[in-house]
């Protein structure tokens, strides 16, 4: 899953749509029992104005 998702919180080049269904997927597979993805997540929010990336990582969020 690592190619689809954010790097360095600049894009990572690839889609945003792709790199927003990944941080999706991620929180959904890490749900109730990932606090370290939840600090992930929440440092892609920190670090984009991309924003289908930021309603991607809210939205799993706010399942958490």
Known sequence: MAPYLPQGGTGG????YSEGGALYALGLIHANHGEGIKQFLRDSLRSTTVEVLINKAYDVLLVE
């Open 13 to 16: 080049g690839g889609s945003p």
